[in-house]
């Protein structure tokens, strides 16, 4: 039976972020208000409204945190977000500070054009706005 | 039978890889990726290094690299090369228009009013006819700098958030697309008001836009797969669909004969569109995943950013 690697990497990332977390006190807790400011980086490309009119670039974000890769019905992913879906890959904190902090080092060839997120703070405020984020308030 | 076979043969050879008259790849520094790529006067390539933050320049001739490093949290999208020779930088992560000195590669910074916006997510830049330089700001912004006195004026963008490709016509009229906004629309030079141009199919994601030698408007489809051109003498549009099942249009670039070259992100491959014939020749690249992201040439050479394989690609064509 193969080891799914996804699954591995993110045990082993939240058991480090745990023990990083409390080494380093709050340093690393992620305040949703800036970054709700910080998702302006991100903005351009997605939403984080589950009602999102437009047909944006990105994938929408809403719920975003526990949810598998590659999800959204609808949505054209690139084959490398097919693939990382495809070897169990989800979305929860761990795997999406990786991702924030280079997109193409946790997904080779992801379409995601975006800049690093090369503060930790800021990836940290980042998904804890993301992880604010819910379903829909019409 | 016979028209059967005849239809197939044509169908193949529109799509069929074409047979580029000379194809060369440079290997990029690791994590430089390219994200666009502009051909200054002396045929040198300027590629902006988006993930490093730097300004590449390339001697196709010796395949010497230097790197420019652009400022702190510099993260440049778009490249294209001044009046005054100079490569120009939409850079995103400073949230500033950057010139490069060729010569002696001082860099100058302009950053927009933060006030406004503090991050627009800059993306592309056209020159006008009286050397100012427009952008846009895919968070739903458009702007202008005078670079002599550095005045700078910024509007918001009909419909928000889109903004991406932008162009300056013969005449000097700049015009800009949005990705998110489905629309092609025209800047009034003095005071900067946009007039939007929906084309005829519904939301077809315009994502870069090039003008040829008489002026017309060649826009990259992202969702619909077309490419697609407005005329604004005669206000009329036309439509193609790329060749492939689902192909996805990135960027576009008209060279000087008025063929207009184009990326497909499904065919993995570099595309020219011959208008007169209404025909496609394809030129994949030799790496699968090159997510060439934008081209921009010179008579007989499209250069080419592979931002998937951190590569600049060369076709020298006839």
Partial sequence: MGVNPFFMVGLLAAALGMLLVSAAGSAQEGDAVRGERAFQRCFACHSVDPDEPAKLEGPNLANVLGRPAAQLSGFAYSDAMRNAAAAGLIWDAATLNRYLADPDSLIAGTAMSAPPVRDAQERADLVAYLARSGPSRR | ?318
């Fill in chain 2, 1 to 318: 039978m016979r028209g059967l076979f005849m239809a197939l043969a044509i169908l193949a050879a529109l799509s069929a890889p074409a047979q580029a008259q000379e194809t060369k790849y440079y290997d990029l520094a690791k994590g430089d990726y390219p994200h666009d790529v502009a051909v200054g006067p002396k045929g040198e390539v300027w590629f902006a290094g988006q993930k490093a933050g730097i300004a590449g320049r390339l001697d196709p001739n010796t395949g010497e690299i230097e790197r420019i490093a652009l400022g702190k949290n510099a993260a440049p999208h778009g490249v294209i090369v001044g009046p005054d020779g100079a490569p120009w930088f939409t850079d995103g992560g400073q949230n500033a228009i950057v010139r490069v000195d060729p010569a002696s590669k001082d860099v100058k910074v302009w950053p927009l009013p933060p006030e406004r916006m503090p991050y627009t997510n800059l993306n592309t830049a056209a020159f006008d006819a009286r050397g100012r330089i427009w952008f846009t700001g895919q968070n739903g912004i458009y702007g202008r700098l005078d670079p002599p006195t550095g005045e700078m004026q910024v509007w918001d963008a009909p419909k928000g958030r889109g903004p991406y490709g932008i162009t300056a016509t013969p005449a000097g009229d700049i015009w800009f697309v949005s990705l998110a906004g489905n629309y092609l629309a025209n800047v009034d030079l003095e005071t900067g008001a946009a007039t939007v141009y929906e084309p005829p199919t519904k939301e077809q994601g315009a994502r870069r836009v090039w003008s040829d030698s008489k002026g017309r408007l060649w826009i990259s489809e992202w969702n619909s797969g077309n490419v697609s051109v407005y005329d604004p003498a005669t206000k009329r549009w036309q439509q193609w669909k790329l060749p492939g099942a689902s192909p996805r249009t990135y960027a576009v670039w008209v060279d000087p004969d008025d063929k207009v070259w184009l990326t497909d992100w499904s065919a993995n491959a570099v595309v020219r569109f011959d208008p007169d014939k209404e025909t496609f020749a394809s030129f994949p690249s030799d790496r699968p995943g090159a997510n060439v992201r934008q081209l921009l040439g010179r008579k007989g050479e499209a250069w080419i950013a592979e931002s998937g394989t951190e590569r600049i690609r060369v076709i020298r064509y006839r």
